[in-house]
């Protein structure tokens, strides 16, 4: 029996390997390819943000998304922001939605310093930021003062 399963053995290995075994190496899907890009969108937007280059951020968003996201841009002296990602959906349609939770700090005196969380969904279409859902990290910190608001 032991020389019956000796024997065996290496033919069961050879035909597992053998059906494991591709012609060529494969690529990353489609899919892959565009979850990595969102990502990279969302970072360096992130760290253009972070830099204070608002006019910066125009090459990660569409005009539209733009818009909506520099009205409600806040002056600060520094931040430090740090993103999440939670998950990612690729819609029918074409536009990736990203899930990220944030928390960050933000310096807007020398004397006051807002620390704020959160969770974000990026609507990312083409590459770039079409919109984004619940709460922005990039209209914080929550400020009353109207003078305080902008940059």
């Not at 494991?20 to 360096?44: K, M, N, Q, W, Y």
């Not at 569409?62 to 002296?77: A, P």
């Not at 998950?87 to 960050?104: A, M, N, R, S, Y």
């Not at 620390?115 to 929550?142: A, H």
């Amino acid at each position: 029996m032991r020389k019956i399963l000796t024997g065996i053995m290496p033919v069961v290995i050879l035909a597992l390997l053998s059906a494991c075994a591709t012609d060529g190496e494969r690529g990353p899907s489609e899919d892959v390819i565009l979850t990595d890009e969102a990502f990279r969108v969302v970072e360096r937007a992130r760290e253009t943000y972070v830099q204070k280059d608002i006019q910066g951020l125009k090459e990660y968003f569409t005009d539209e998304g733009y818009s909506l996201m520099v009205r409600d841009v806040k002056k600060f002296e520094s931040v430090e922001l740090k993103f999440t990602p939670r998950w990612v959906e690729i819609k029918p349609d074409g536009t990736v939605h990203l899930q990220v939770d944030w928390e960050g700090s933000w310096r807007l005196r020398e004397d006051w310093t807002e620390e704020r969380d959160g969770i974000v969904t990026f609507i990312l279409l083409r590459n770039r930021i079409k919109d984004m859902k619940m709460t922005s990290p990039f209209g914080q910190p929550e400020i009353s003062s109207p003078e305080e608001r902008r940059f």
